[in-house]
């Protein structure tokens, strides 16, 4: 690919220029500088030039429509439910059951380990021994929890939702 020569680059720039002073003109006003007809043959010419020749008449069928169009009225927003339909309303959850004596030692040993190291990071001075029942409250707690779970899948747990 050959590259343009000066010549051409100072059309191409004086193009570019024009495009930016006319950014802001819209289809409703057609001014002589944007007319297409006015510019395709004049871009060796400098902007003084054109501007002095008058732009010939066009039949513009776009010039009198606007480039947006508002609704007169505000539409009504779409119903998404049936009008005839009542909404569904989903049954309570049934309650909790509560956690296990090993459950709920493991959630404690956890919970000691996240205290310690928070209560470290905020500047609280520990004996070395309770940074050791930290680290072994996390793991046994971890440990406890994993070993809960359960081992398979009841056989209607099913492939996930279903919409």
Known sequence: MTRPDEEDRA???RAFAELVAGYHLTADRPSPELDS???????????SE?????????????ADRPLFRFPAEAEPEPSYRAPDREPYVPD????????????LLGWLGIGW???????AAF????PGWIGWLA??????GFTVLISQLPRHR???AGDGAVL
Do not use: N
């Open 154 to 156: 009841p056989p209607d």
């Open 113 to 119: 380990a996240v205290l310690v190291v928070l209560s």
């Open 123 to 126: 500047g609280a001075r520990f």
């Open 37 to 47: 007809t006015a510019a395709a043959g004049s871009i060796d010419r400098p902007v």
């Open 92 to 103: 309570p959850l049934p309650p909790l059951d509560r956690p296990g004596l090993a459950v």
């Open 135 to 140: 680290v072994l409250g996390f793991l046994g």
């Open 11 to 13: 059309a191409v720039d």
């Open 50 to 62: 054109r501007d002095a020749q008058p732009a010939p008449e066009q039949d513009a069928p776009w």
